[in-house]
DNA sequence: ACGCAGTTGGGACC
DNA sequence: GGTCCCAACTGCGT
């Protein structure tokens, strides 16, 4: 810090990212506590996000909406107070308005994943050089990501149990903090070195021109059309209104959070695998997902209105009921775990763990379509896997018109509102992984990241490796029927009809295979298979098996993506020679026995039990049966 | 070495 | 609608 600086009394940069909140915020409390004198917060607005990374106009929306009421609930504290928005590249804007506005202290929420923590270790050690101290709290998650690794050992936390007893030897979440009721005023706002010319905004490719009707004008000047670093709009975006019914905004936030309470018995009861993915009006879950991703409501927030919620029905009851208390991992607060994990998960990896490619938790398998460079650059394989057909699938499922309605409503589901249910999530991640496409989960989680609202960098990643076998779940011969899994929740097929209106005249009994109704039916229905929805574009039980047959052998191989032969061709040769006279057998009654079930019936039957054993046959692990 | 659990499978059979 | 079996994975606890 300079002389001159250290004399000032403190002007303080507050940069909102990810906690577009004033309840629940260490950071903006650590602000305020420096008394400052003036006090300037900032979203910055940056190309990368508009250009260069595909973000479908639901999401978009929802930021602005959820910034509009940030600045409006800053404007509540102190009438002068707003957010100001300034267009252009953090590593750029940040440093100048440093400069510009004679900036003692950057402050922030620190944000542990992904590009954000590479782009904030670039601001912070600009800025620090310059003399001004910077401060980075932690907020966005229950628990410290890099404590949670340290306490595991030093290894990713690969399972909820690892993860929950890393999280128990660290002090339980605080109970959030209350937002401010009064804020500082912000100095003057000289724009000495804000032109467009000075920082040229990123040009090129631009990955979200399909969806724009108008040409983007919100990078024309730094502080917007009027100078005054308003909130850039959809129109200055080029894009057309936003199709969800989903509002961002912290008010709306608190709001759903406070609604979805009110029903104790349903917080207490709430167990995620019973909730219907078939349930859309209204949701079977809290749909919070988009707000605890922007941060328009704070984890903490969130953890102990649950946790009050159950004490006090738990009270109301006497606790006699206790038992109807959903446990851990399946209640609510399992679902904040679930996310927590995957952060940690993250941290052990960075910016390989969206990849397959040096992402050492996730396994090879010689995906169709998977990524051909890396995040770096670097050529991942020596050949593309994949081909036409596989090209076509893919936009066939991206854009709900695969011939399997379940699929089809929930991709068209995914793209009008921008969310959908968790299982729902499950379905589509698995058809088009492990179950049915093989196709890699790369692409699948880039088409969440363009069309979720809640994408994250760190559970959707995490997620679709969990579907797709690459991590954190391995059971691949457990895979979700396209008719059967749904008929659990919902035997008339509401969200099929909802999204899928040309199948609405089907009865029931086709409404998940539509293409087996008798041509009477159809026509009836007025939807004729093949004419006005497409017939199935695969087999779905041949490909099952073939898919499942394939992931066992990539097991076998047992391979990782930090591994250097999954990226000099080697592994794929080696997959490809064992479709063609497998290494492992399999042969009838050649299974590795490890049911006890199994096994003791065999003991009451007086048989003998098989045991088995696992070795390494030159780097091919072979299922050795020995009687 | 072994038993068993793992947030959310499918299908036959009663 | 509930129960059991299918087929067979990893990781953790003992």
């Given at each position: 810090m300079t002389s001159s600086q250290s004399k000032l009394p403190p002007r303080v940069l507050y940069w909102f990212r990810?906690?577009?909140?004033?309840?629940?915020s260490p950071a903006l409390h650590a602000a305020l506590e420096l008394k400052p004198e003036f006090f300037y917060p900032i979203w910055t607005w940056d190309p990368q996000y508009v250009f260069a990374h595909k973000v479908g106009v639901n999401r978009c929306n929802f930021l602005l909406e959820s910034i509009e009421n940030l600045s409006f609930s800053l404007t509540a504290c102190n009438p002068k107070a707003k957010l100001h928005v300034v267009r252009g590249p953090p590593q750029t804007v940040i440093p100048a308005l440093c400069k510009a506005w004679n900036i003692t202290h950057l402050v922030y929420e620190k944000d542990t994943a992904g590009y954000a923590a590479v782009r904030d270790a670039e601001i912070k050690a600009y800025v620090l050089k310059e003399g001004i101290e910077v401060i980075d709290i932690l907020?966005?998650?229950?628990?410290d990501p890099q404590a949670i690794i340290e306490l595991n050992g030093?290894?990713?936390?690969?399972s909820i149990s690892s993860w929950s007893a890393a999280a128990k030897k660290l002090s339980s979440p605080s109970r959030p903090l209350p937002p401010p009721d009064k804020l500082p005023s912000p100095g003057d706002m000289p724009?000495?070195?804000?032109?467009r010319e000075d920082h040229p905004v990123m040009t090129g490719v631009d990955l979200n021109e399909a969806y724009r009707v108008s040409a983007t004008?919100?990078?024309?000047t730094m502080a917007g059309p009027d100078g005054n670093f308003s909130i850039p709009t959809m129109e200055e975006l080029g894009f057309p209104p936003a199709t969800t019914s989903i509002h961002g905004g912290e008010t709306e936030a608190l709001k759903r959070l406070e609604a979805y309470c009110a029903d104790k018995a349903r917080v207490v009861k709430f167990a995620k695998p019973k909730t219907?993915?078939?349930?859309?009006?209204?949701?079977?879950?809290?749909?919070l997902s988009p707000y605890l991703k922007f941060g328009c409501l704070g984890s903490r927030e969130f953890l102990w209105r649950v946790r009050d919620t159950i004490d006090q029905w738990d009270k109301d009851e006497n606790g006699k009921k206790n038992n109807e208390i959903t446990e851990h991992p399946e209640n609510l607060e399992g679902q904040l775990c679930f996310r927590e994990m995957y952060y940690a998960a993250e941290w052990s990896q960075?910016?390989?763990?969206?990849?397959?490619?040096?992402?050492?938790?996730c396994r090879f398998i010689d995906w169709?379509?998977?990524?051909?460079?890396d995040a770096d650059g670097?050529?991942?394989?020596?050949r593309p896997l994949g081909h036409t057909r596989d090209e076509e699938r893919l936009s066939a499922w991206k854009e709900g018109r695969t011939g399997f309605p379940w699929i089809d409503a929930i991709m068209r589901q995914l793209r009008q509102e921008g969310w959908i249910h968790h299982l729902a999530r499950h379905s589509v991640a698995c058809f088009l992984t492990?179950?049915?496409?093989?196709?890699?989960w790369e692409r699948g989680a880039e088409t969440f990241d363009e069309?979720?609202?809640?994408?994250?960098p760190c559970a959707n990643a995490g997620n679709w490796m969990w579907l797709s076998c690459?991590?954190?779940?391995?059971?691949?011969?457990r895979v979700y029927g396209v008719k059967s899994f749904p008929e659990k929740y919902d035997k008339t097929g509401k969200l099929v009809r909802k999204f899928?209106?040309?199948?609405?005249?089907?009865p029931d009994k086709f409404?998940?295979?539509?293409?087996?109704?008798?041509v009477d039916v159809q026509e009836r229905a007025g939807c004729i298979i093949g004419r006005d929805y497409p017939f199935p574009m695969l087999d779905e039980k041949a490909e099952k098996e073939q898919c499942m047959q394939r992931v066992k052998a990539a097991y076998a191989l047992?391979?990782?993506?930090?591994?250097p032969a999954t990226f000099d061709g080697s592994a794929v040769t080696k997959l490809e020679q064992e479709a063609e006279s497998p290494n492992t057998v399999y042969r009838e009654g050649q299974k590795r026995e490890t049911n006890h079930n199994i096994q003791k019936r065999k003991q009451q039957r007086g048989e003998e039990g098989i045991s088995a054993k696992r070795t390494k046959v030159n780097g091919i692990k072979k299922y050795l049966v020995q009687k």
């Open positions: 990810t906690d577009l909140r004033l309840h629940d907020g966005h998650t229950l628990y030093g290894k990713p936390t690969m724009l000495a070195g804000f032109s004008t919100c990078f024309d219907s993915p078939a349930e859309f009006d209204p949701p079977a879950t809290t749909q960075g910016l390989r763990f969206g990849q397959i490619r040096g992402n050492a938790i169709r379509l998977q990524n051909q460079y670097l050529k991942t394989h020596p492990r179950g049915q496409c093989y196709i890699s069309l979720l609202i809640d994408w994250d690459s991590a954190f779940f391995s059971m691949y011969y899928c209106p040309e199948l609405v005249n089907f409404i998940y295979t539509p293409h087996l109704a008798p047992g391979l990782y993506g930090n591994d």
